[in-house]
């Protein structure tokens, strides 16, 4: 996949796109392979930080900050921020 990233037609085309990752750096990713007149896909960005959406999904199932605290602390979920228990 990577050798992909490197040649001259997926550029040309507008299948290689750069970001830039807070912890993997600058990235380039393979956009979409099909182009369709009627339905054109469309780059949406890079991928959520892993545990990004931990804390909001924890929350619409009903933990509280100190539980979701708790889990932290004991390194059973990864979120993107820690959340400070009150």
């Not at 050798?3 to 830039?20: C, D, N």
């Not at 956009?31 to 991928?47: F, Y």
Request: hydrophobic share 35%.
């Amino acid at each position: 996949m990577q050798s992909i990233l490197h040649e001259a037609w997926p550029r040309a085309r507008g299948r290689v796109f750069e970001y830039q990752n807070s912890l993997s750096g600058h990235i380039k990713v393979f956009g979409l392979v099909t182009q369709l007149e009627d339905t054109p896909g469309s780059d949406k960005g890079p991928a959520a930080a892993l545990g990004r959406h931990t804390d909001e999904i924890l929350r619409e199932l009903g933990y509280g900050d100190a539980q979701i605290a708790d889990m932290q602390g004991e390194k059973a979920i990864l979120a993107a921020e820690p959340v400070q228990s009150s």
